[in-house]
């Protein structure tokens, strides 16, 4: 229940589908992050980076890091956020400015032309927060988001990893989870403001069913982000594991924005 995956077993990854991949580590505010890149062998103009949800890592998405059809296209990175996976496990960094700074330590060295962040559940507004600070991103697309800060849907399992009693039992990466879970309405209102500030294009993924983000998060979108630059994508029968289970669907909306 640690939601990480070793080295070896993310390169076996793509060894098996004989593709190139490496897992590097990046200094950032000295903390160690750990993270996988694919995609390195010719020269690209799109980069694409990938912000997993509460709990999870950077394993979460290496499906997409070896699908080829974005492969043709773009060099890839998917990243352990802080806290998770082999990124200071265990240790929060409920600040989601901070978790969009670290998003954009990518791409303070990057040669690529085109920058995409693609953001699941709580990854979705630390995507929109990078695209604020850094006018590099060129688009961004949110999946199944928890963007919402008065509508915060709250799970009473989520209080067994707040309550001292129940709390020893649980993996770091639940503890993480459930420390960015009662720290996300605030940090949510604190960038309120942030999404009138959008102007890039923003595609939207959603689903009826979704019962850990619910439709308020869609209205939400609706109503902050200039209608100009959102493209929000509905459907009844996705839930909230839209990367996991609609990859195709998921892959058509990202080559769009690439192209």
């Known amino acids: 229940m640690n939601f990480r995956q070793s080295d070896k077993k993310t390169l076996a990854h793509f060894e098996k589908r004989e593709q190139v991949a490496f897992v590097k580590r990046l200094d950032f505010d000295g903390k160690?992050?750990?993270?996988?890149?694919?995609g390195t062998e010719e020269n690209k103009e799109v980069l694409i980076i990938f912000?997993?949800?509460?709990?999870?890592?950077?394993?979460?998405?290496l499906?997409?890091?070896s699908d080829s059809s974005l492969l043709e296209k773009a060099r890839m990175i998917s990243f352990d956020r802080l806290g998770y996976g082999y990124s200071a496990y265990g240790k929060a960094e409920v600040s989601i400015e901070e978790q969009a700074r670290l998003v954009n330590a990518f791409i303070t060295t990057a040669i690529e032309t085109k920058i995409i962040i693609v953001g699941h559940s709580f990854g979705g507004p630390i995507a929109v927060k990078a695209a604020v600070l850094n006018p590099k991103i060129s688009g961004v697309l949110m999946l199944a988001p928890v963007n919402d800060p008065y509508n915060e849907k709250m799970f009473w399992i989520s209080n067994v990893g707040k309550w001292k009693l129940t709390r020893w039992v649980l993996s770091s990466a639940f503890k993480v989870s459930a420390d960015e879970k009662f720290s996300h309405e605030e940090e949510l209102l604190k960038m309120e403001g942030d999404w009138a500030k959008i102007k890039i294009p923003i595609t939207h993924i959603h689903g009826g069913k979704d019962w850990i983000a619910p439709s308020s998060n869609v209205k939400w979108s609706k109503r902050n982000i200039p209608r100009?630059?959102?493209?929000?994508?509905?459907?009844?029968?996705?839930?909230?594991?839209?990367?996991?289970?609609?990859?195709?669907l998921v892959v058509e909306e990202l080559l769009l924005l690439v192209e």
């Open 63 to 65: 499906s997409y890091l």
């Open 51 to 61: 912000v997993h949800g509460a709990p999870g890592s950077s394993s979460d998405l």
């Open 32 to 38: 160690t992050v750990r993270y996988v890149e694919a």
């Open 228 to 248: 100009e630059y959102l493209k929000l994508v509905y459907q009844e029968e996705l839930d909230h594991f839209i990367p996991f289970k609609n990859k195709e």
